[in-house]
């Protein structure tokens, strides 16, 4: 088995929040279950990549006070300038694109050594203090926001991903002001699109969505 896209045949459908909420919780179910699955997830070969890295933040969006309940909301596989689709109850569109900076090949790698030895490495076994590592995160997020703003993106919100967890909340450290100076510094950032948030994932539950999505313009 090489990937498992026929879990997420039916990935690029319409969706009410409240089913936006118990399809992730069936798939989630579905592949923790299944040694294979939760194998090939690490790995994110085939469509488990767009479920975690796109429909997962567009399901954390879906459950947020920017988006009412009767909404419905899809993400689009392709390259048309944007990953989803949000119909409001009013019948108005919202388009989105989401976007984050990770450390693809870091994280391939290490899902490999997860996969074979049932461990994978330390993410800093380097020297460097966490004084010294937040920085340079700091400045390669900034740096894919601002490839971002050099794109005319007119009709489409963006939704800015980032995670924070293994800078901070891993030990224990509230990553609030790291956020508030991102949330300042994109806020000076020109762009052509409609709307701007910030979507932080620290670990915290969807029930505090609200508290890690931001509207910045």
């Known amino acids: 088995m090489k990937n498992i896209n026929h879990l997420f045949n039916d990935l690029e459908e319409y969706r009410t929040p409240l089913e936006m909420k118990r399809y992730f919780e069936e798939k989630k179910q579905n592949i923790n279950k299944n040694n ?3 194998k ?3 790995l994110k070969k085939g469509l488990i990549k767009e479920f975690l890295e796109e429909f997962y933040p567009l399901y954390l969006f879906s459950q947020s006070k920017y988006c009412d309940v009767n909404s419905k909301c899809k993400i689009i596989l392709g390259n048309q300038g944007y990953d ?3 119909i409001h109850q009013d019948g108005t569109e919202k ?14 790698e290490d899902a490999k050594r997860l996969n074979l030895r049932g461990y994978g490495d ?3 076994n380097d020297n460097n203090s ?10 390669k997020i900034v740096e894919n926001i601002k490839k971002k703003s050099q794109k ?3 009709g489409v919100c963006i939704l800015f991903v980032v995670n924070t967890f293994d800078y901070f909340e891993i030990y224990d450290n509230s990553s609030q002001e ?4 991102l949330i300042k510094e994109i806020a000076k950032i020109e762009f052509i699109a409609d709307e701007i948030y910030l979507l932080v994932l620290n670990e915290q539950g969807v029930s505090q969505i609200d508290e890690n999505l931001y509207l910045i313009k």
């Open 152 to 154: 005319n993106y007119s």
């Open 178 to 181: 790291f956020v508030n100076k």
């Open 122 to 124: 330390i993410r800093f």
């Open 130 to 139: 966490l004084d010294d590592r937040t920085p340079v995160y700091f400045s």
């Open 36 to 38: 294979e699955y939760v």
């Open 84 to 86: 989803g689709s949000i």
């Open 95 to 108: 388009m989105i694109e989401i976007t984050s900076y990770m450390d693809g090949k870091w994280e391939f």
């Open 40 to 42: 090939l997830a690490r």
